[in-house]
């Protein structure tokens, strides 16, 4: 079943007397269960579309389709209610709050969606102990290293059981070692849970931990790209497909 769709879809920015075209027309699915890489040059629209796919920000032109539903006949406030029921956002920067827990920091999502905690604390437990943080439940962001924020992250993006989570250069910010064990959690998530993963990211390694991988240049989607299995392969492919948008 497709989960995610864009048709034709356009996005351009006004800077003053400026226009820039981020996207211009790109027709994109994901069926559920999958776990898809964007890959692509800075500035080839891998982020604008990620905030399209997620109804962070709309299409200039063309459609959105998110979980069933044509986000252009929404209100924005009928769109922020899908997001935040539908999909866990995971960006380079963590952005956790400093001022809360580990543990509070996973369980936001639920309190802004305005439920209560209490009802939903074996799950954060659950989640806590699937990336490994039960010991640091306590700990506020600045005493926890890189990865261990991103894992508070990454639970964070599953409290509310999205059908969608979509991630912005997840290991951008961390060592190869310690964004491994991410990759590896959310191959897990697909594998284990049929979790559905957008995940932009300029690594082919990372990459290769997805189903397949589509390549944005100049705002369009110029080449797709499916994984085999075989890692060292995938990531050889991965690069040469690289090699040949950087013209
Ligand atoms: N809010 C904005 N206002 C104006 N222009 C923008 C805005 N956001 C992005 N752009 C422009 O749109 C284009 C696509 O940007 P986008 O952030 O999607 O690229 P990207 O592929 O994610 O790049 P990177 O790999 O560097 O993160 C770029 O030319 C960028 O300068
Ligand atoms: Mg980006």
Redesign the pocket.
């Known amino acids: 079943m497709t989960i995610l769709e864009t048709q034709q879809v356009r996005k351009q920015?006004q800077?003053g007397e400026v226009t820039?075209d981020?996207l211009v027309g790109v027709d994109f699915t994901v069926e559920e269960g999958e776990f898809v890489a964007i890959m692509?040059p800075?500035?080839?629209?891998?982020?604008?579309l990620l905030h399209l796919l997620g109804g962070l920000d709309g299409p200039t032109d063309g459609e959105v389709t998110l979980a069933g539903q044509r986000l252009s006949k929404l209100s924005d406030r009928q769109v922020t209610l899908i997001r935040r029921r539908n999909v866990g956002f995971i960006f380079q920067f963590f952005n956790l709050l400093p001022t809360l827990t580990a543990e509070e920091n996973v369980a936001l999502p639920l309190l802004i969606d305005g439920q209560s905690i209490k009802k939903h604390q074996e799950k954060i437990d659950r989640l806590l102990e699937m990336v490994g943080l039960s010991d640091r439940r306590h700990h506020k962001p600045d005493q926890l290293s890189g990865g261990e924020q991103q894992r508070v992250a990454i639970a964070r993006a599953f409290v509310t059981d999205p059908a969608i989570v979509l991630a912005d250069e997840p290991t951008g910010n961390l060592d190869s070692k310690t964004g491994d064990e991410i990759l590896r959690l959310l191959r897990r998530s697909c594998d284990e849970l049929g979790q559905t993963i957008v995940m932009?990211t300029?690594d082919a390694k990372a990459a290769s931990f997805a189903d397949r991988v589509v390549f944005?240049m100049d705002g369009r989607i110029v080449d797709h790209l499916k994984m085999t299995g075989d890692q060292a392969e995938d990531i050889r492919q991965i690069q040469r497909h690289l090699r040949a948008l950087e013209v």
């Open positions: 920015y800077m820039v981020a692509g800075s500035g080839s629209g891998k982020s604008t932009v300029h944005l």
